[in-house]
């Protein structure tokens, strides 16, 4: 039972032989491998995934996004992809959000670019990196250069897989595989996977949208719902030309790619998909919230309209985009109910008007707002009575629905 | 040994929906679409039929206030007026078909009579021949009204008209079954109210091929993960069965123009015309994963973006 929960590790165990241990711990073992690469600080994990459907539970480890930088191309030229990768980090709605890796490519054939390259990565920057090329002997240098950071090898096909098998063995490190259709990759994972190498990447790109979203669903349904072991392990995707590849991105985050290969990475492009993978990972039973605090909205003065909402950041972001609509620069109150909505808070007791009126002082609200009023939610009306009493503020009913604020802002006396 | 591919067959299928009616149907449409019929997941053409692809409309508003002026300026001249707007929406940027929102009757703020409105729509099913969906302000009063006058305007056109709540849904009942239109129901993000509308409205009179429901559509950043997952169920749920969600899905993603952060000017985020542009791509692509069957675009752009998504998606070139 407690094998079964995962409380003890089989290694414990004094009287199980080696192959009722293997039988035991394939049993075990959860039906997507956790994959980690990156080194010390930067350490990403990837795969460990339960569900098809992020309604059902939630998914768990976001796609990791990662830029190419090419080693036939001037160090300059490198070099600012670099720079450019390491300056796509951001705080939205306080996460930070970033651009994840390297994939170092050996489009020169030759081991020297490559390691010049490497050696410029590591030195410029400490994100992970992914070597990618197809000669083992060529990439095999770098690599060892690149151990201590923990690189995903990449790529075996069934043309240097035996090269490539022994060089993840000698280095300890993760290795990726490809293939040109579904059947030939459980093949070669099965194989890879009987030269005892654990950590096992699946490389899916595909060249259309269809037979990408095919393969994907192919991969994490067998590895899921049937247990088929060769298909246990996270995935990859090259997202493909500049024309394809906010679409190939755009498919690959909700649809089960574990890394996304972006060949370039203008702000415009990979900030919408960050926030994407950032909405499409968000747990399901855990709503996203903003920071319990004042925001203001326009530039508004101390004696501007003081409002009232909850954190969860859905509520937020409607209540705020609206009074933006009105045009009256205002300040927000945003009261920490632990994401619910205005409703849903005040009928479970996490909107109470104690609560409100410890936030305004603790918060020195009246210092800055001064007009003396808080508007609060319609759906709260019931609240205002007790709020006067405790914080001595005119408490005003405002709109029931946030749609209604423009209309409500603008009509304010005063 | 061969790879055995398991395959998903389903008990339930979505019911086949028809908007716009020819010549031939009673109407002066240039053809009529169908919508629907799905026995899959999309886009799953490896175990299901899906015999209707998805259909990519975009809005015309019939007052300008309320659109941001950034995307006004890259619109052009033409949005100034909605029967311009609409020609444009099928000649320039062939879209399948067009949704008029007929903001400007919105009794709080300009509440322009519901005959100009009608007028309006009369106008503009004059200009063009694609199908037509018309939706209200918002105000439940006025759109009863509305809603009567517009039907009346496009009659034999087989419109759909939106949007029904539980509040109003009576009017667009009446209104839509006195002159043979769909209705478009509206859930707010929740699978319950979805099926609730539904139910309402059948348990009317109206029949299920001429109902498409529109479970909101929040728009990337702002929430996108709850249309992406309420999608996902209702497809869901009409497949196992649930005679109640076997509608076709239609989805707003004009929303990610309300967005901030697609038209925030901070330079960190790169250009902002892109970035607003793939704001709106990224909102439909995902809702088109996730099984919506009717999209509702703003941007040239982003239509021309989707369409190839789409296409992508179905195997095609």
Redesign the interface.
């Known amino acids: 039972m407690q094998l079964a929960n995962k409380k003890v590790s089989l290694d414990e165990c004094p009287y199980v032989d080696e192959e009722a241990k293997t039988a035991l711990e394939e049993s075990g073992a959860p039906p997507i491998g956790l994959v980690k690469f990156g080194g010390s600080g930067r350490e990403l994990e990837i795969g460990d995934e339960t569900e098809l459907y992020r309604h059902e539970k939630k998914f768990y480890h976001p796609t990791v996004l990662t830029l190419a930088v090419r080693d036939n191309v001037s160090e300059d030229e490198q070099r600012s992809s670099i720079e450019q990768a390491k300056s796509l980090e951001f705080e939205r709605v306080g996460q930070m959000i970033r651009l994840d890796a390297l994939a170092l490519c050996n489009e020169s054939g030759e081991s020297k670019a490559f390691e010049a390259l490497a050696q410029l990565a590591m030195k410029e920057c400490d994100l992970p990196l992914i070597l990618f090329g197809v000669d083992p002997e060529s990439l095999g240098p770098t690599a060892k250069i690149c151990q201590e950071r923990r690189p995903i090898l990449a790529t075996a096909n069934k043309s240097n897989l035996d090269e490539m098998i022994a060089l993840a063995k000698e280095l300890d490190l993760p290795l990726c595989i490809s293939a040109d259709n579904l059947e030939e990759l459980s093949e070669i994972s099965t194989m890879t996977k009987e030269k005892e190498i654990k950590n096992i990447v699946l490389d899916l790109t595909r060249s259309d949208l269809k037979q990408q979203l095919e393969d994907l669903t192919i991969v994490r349904r067998m590895a899921i719902k049937s247990s088929f072991r060769p298909f246990g392990h996270p995935t990859l995707i090259w997202s493909g030309t500049s024309d394809e590849e906010l679409m190939k991105a755009t498919l690959g985050i909700p649809k089960y790619a574990s890394i996304i290969i972006l060949q370039s990475a203008a702000p415009e492009k990979v900030y919408p998909l960050m926030t994407l993978r950032q909405n499409i990972y968000t747990d399901p039973q855990v709503p996203l919230q903003v920071e319990e605090k004042i925001y203001d909205i326009g530039s508004p003065q101390p004696d501007s309209p003081l409002l009232l909402t909850t954190n969860f950041s859905l509520t937020y972001f409607t209540v705020a985009g609206d009074i933006e609509k009105s045009g009256v620069p205002s300040w927000l109150l945003v009261a920490n109910t632990e994401g619910l909505s205005v409703m849903t808070a005040f009928a479970a007791g996490k909107l109470t008007a104690e609560g409100v009126a410890k936030l305004i002082e603790t918060a020195d609200i009246k210092e800055k707002c001064t007009s003396g009023s808080i508007i609060i939610p319609g759906m709260i009306s019931r609240m205002s009575g007790k709020l006067n009493e405790l914080t001595g503020l005119n408490v005003i009913v405002g709109p029931r629905e946030s749609a209604a604020l423009p209309k409500f802002l603008k009509n304010l006396p005063g | 040994m061969?790879?055995e591919?398991?395959k998903e067959k389903f008990v339930g299928k979505t019911v086949q929906t028809r908007l716009g009616a020819t010549a031939e149907q009673g109407g002066t449409r240039g053809k009529s679409l169908l919508i629907g019929a799905a026995e899959g997941l999309p886009?799953?053409?490896?175990e299901a039929s899906n015999p209707n692809p998805p259909l990519i409309g975009m809005d015309v508003v019939d007052t300008l206030r309320?659109i941001d002026d950034q995307l006004k300026n890259m619109m052009g001249d033409v949005i100034a007026d909605p029967v311009s707007w609409a020609k444009s929406c099928e000649s320039e940027w062939h879209a399948d078909f067009v949704v008029l929102k007929l903001m400007s009757a919105n009794p709080?703020?300009e509440n322009r009579s519901t005959e100009e409105c009608a007028s309006t729509v009369r106008e503009v099913l004059k200009a063009i021949k694609l199908p037509l969906i018309v939706y209200g302000s918002?105000s439940y009063e006025k759109d009863s009204k509305l809603m009567e006058d517009v039907s009346g305007a496009a009659a034999g056109e087989r419109i759909f008209i939106g949007l029904a709540e539980e509040d109003n849904y009576k009017s667009f009942a009446a209104a839509a079954m006195s002159n043979g239109h769909g209705i478009v129901g509206f859930s707010n993000l929740d699978i319950n109210l979805a099926k609730q509308i539904a139910i309402l409205l059948m348990d009317y009179g109206v029949n299920r091929e001429d109902i498409l429901i529109d479970p909101l559509q929040?728009a990337?950043?702002?929430?996108?993960?709850?249309s992406?997952?309420v999608i996902?169920?209702l497809r869901?749920g009409a497949l196992m069965g649930d005679a109640s969600l076997q509608t076709s899905i239609i989805c707003d993603c004009s929303v990610a123009w309300?967005a901030?952060?697609a038209l925030d000017a901070n330079g960190?985020?790169?250009?902002?015309t892109?970035?607003a542009i793939?704001?709106e791509?990224?909102t439909a692509?995902?809702s088109l994963?996730?099984g919506a069957d009717l999209l509702i675009m703003r941007h040239p752009e982003s239509v021309k973006?989707i369409r190839?998504?789409s296409g992508?998606?179905?195997?095609g070139e």
């Open positions: 061969a790879l591919i398991p886009f799953h053409s490896f309320g709080e703020e918002g929040a990337l950043g702002v929430g996108l993960e709850y992406y997952s996902e169920r869901q309300n901030r952060e960190k985020l790169g250009k902002v892109s970035r793939n704001w791509v990224i692509e995902t994963i996730a973006m190839e998504v992508s998606l179905l195997g």
